[in-house]
């Protein structure tokens, strides 16, 4: 009897798996015995009780209660007899079911961040076909866009659409084997593999997931035998229509070192990129963020920030946990000099912005209340003849000009006196770290 009613399950496993999945999992498994509604199979080891249990068990279950009726537990034992304990089992066959989907779904998402979803995405020009493309893989994996490739700059949000993706499915589709692993991760395993000899762990591992995220893929460069390991595994998931999404800080063909092959594979689907978010982008982001986190930011402060911080998603959420902080100590809503207080060190550094002196005298002006007029004339009144050294020394830090130039600029003060106030400024900061510290502070917003 036993062997009947296993055989029907077999041919029913074998209209809906793979051909190459069936042969190396299914196919020799036997029947032992039945009694009391519990059949006892024959297996090869631990490693294909457990893939059978997490990938086939809920379909053996069906069948087994289409062909009799009742509802049937499964047990597994060794080729030599030794008794396989099916922790997954429950008297209840509906409720093993579901406990069995729940633990997939746990072994799924253990690393995936819980914040990275599509609703917490915020989407506009940067990043919309991205976006696009990414909920329509989650839609239906392995049919439409396979790969799907990611790229772009860090922190812009590569990582979370490939986790949102990865949320989704096992939310819509739990009963699919979902892994998101960085390429630093992929590449360690590999190698481990190698040292403890446990390569076919590793091989099952990989080639027998339905969704593979793998992040940050340029660290492949470099790493031939990683590659050689990797090209397999696309190869293996590909052909059997599982679904693989990559990202990486470049488009393919900009990755050095990296094998025609592979290169060629991330081709084959769609490339996408993700820029760095406009002002508005920027903005709603900021706004989304401190409204989950339920802080009270003035609106002038919020275009302040979006302003400073422009190239990276990651610092705009770092500007929010400080603000969070901020909040909570100070119990009040956050206004634009907190901002420039606290937030400093996160706000861009343009590097390659022309600072001219006319830039350099209106930040002066609105440092230290004091005219620019009075910054150009002959006055030496002590409460214009500091600000006047300190933008004399910006100028010479920042604009590129000679000393004989700035010293036309402020008022037709020769080059000497150009010199001398710089010196001075230079001691003083050398001396006053407060000093130093307000130097600083106009440099990085001059630069900002």
Same mark, same amino acid.
């Given at each position: ?343 400093? @060190?996160? *706000? !861009? %550094?343009?590097? +390659?912005?022309?600072? $001219?002196? /006319?830039?350099?005298?209106?930040? =002066?002006? @609105?440092? *230290? !209340? %004091?005219?620019? +007029?009075?910054?150009? $004339?002959? /006055?030496?009144?002590?409460?214009? =003849?500091?600000?006047? *050294? ?15 130039? =700035?010293?036309?600029? *402020? ?38």
């Amino acid at each position: 009897m036993q062997r009947e009613l296993w055989n029907s399950v077999l041919q029913s496993l074998e209209l809906n798996v793979n051909k190459q999945s069936f042969n190396m999992w299914l196919k020799d498994t036997e029947p032992v015995s039945v009694s009391d509604n519990i059949l006892k199979i024959k297996v090869i080891d631990e490693v294909t009780r457990r893939h059978i249990s997490e990938q086939y068990l809920p379909q053996i279950y069906s069948k087994l209660k289409e062909i009799t009726g009742q509802n049937y537990i499964c047990e597994f034992i060794t080729s030599n007899g030794a008794l396989i304990e099916n922790k997954e089992n429950n008297k209840d066959a509906g409720e093993k079911n579901s406990n069995s989907i729940k633990r997939d779904q746990m072994l799924n998402i253990s690393t995936l961040n819980p914040k990275y979803t599509f609703e917490n995405f915020v989407i506009g020009p940067n990043n919309q076909y991205a976006h696009a493309a990414a909920y329509s893989v989650s839609q239906a994996p392995g049919t439409q866009v396979n790969p799907l490739f990611i790229y772009g700059l860090t922190g812009l949000g590569k990582t979370h659409l490939l986790q949102a993706i990865g949320h989704y499915i096992n939310k819509e589709k739990p009963y699919l084997k979902v892994l998101f692993v960085s390429t630093q991760d992929f590449i360690s395993e590999f190698i481990n593999s190698i040292r403890n000899r446990t390569q076919e762990s590793f091989q099952i591992k990989y080639r027998l997931v339905d969704l593979l995220l793998i992040d940050d893929i340029q660290f492949l460069e470099n790493k031939e035998e990683t590659q050689n390991e990797f090209f397999h595994v696309f190869n293996s998931l590909h052909e059997n229509k599982k679904q693989i999404v990559i990202s990486s800080d470049r488009p393919p063909k900009l990755i050095a070192t990296l094998a025609d092959r592979l290169r060629t594979r991330f081709e084959w689907g769609m490339i996408t990129d993700i820029q760095a978010p406009n002002l508005e982008t920027r903005e709603a982001i900021l706004r989304d963020k401190a409204d989950k986190e339920k802080l009270i930011i003035s609106d002038e402060a919020f275009s302040y920030i979006a302003r400073r911080i422009k190239s990276n998603i990651r610092a705009l959420e770092s500007a929010v946990s400080k603000l969070r902080m901020i909040s909570r100590f100070h119990n009040e809503q956050i206004s634009i000099d907190q901002v420039k207080i606290y937030l400093k @060190e996160l *706000f !861009d %550094v343009d590097s +390659n912005k022309a600072i $001219s002196v /006319s830039d350099i005298m209106k930040k =002066i002006e @609105e440092k *230290f !209340d %004091v005219a620019v +007029n009075d910054i150009k $004339s002959k /006055s030496r009144h002590s409460r214009i =003849i500091q600000p006047r *050294f300190v933008g004399m020394y910006l100028a010479r830090e920042l604009s590129g000009m000679t000393t004989t130039e =700035i010293g036309r600029e *402020f008022g037709d003060r020769d080059h000497s006196t150009v010199i001398n106030a710089c010196n001075k400024i230079a001691g003083d900061m050398k001396n006053n770290p407060e000093f130093k510290e307000l130097i600083d502070d106009l440099i990085l917003e001059l630069k900002s």
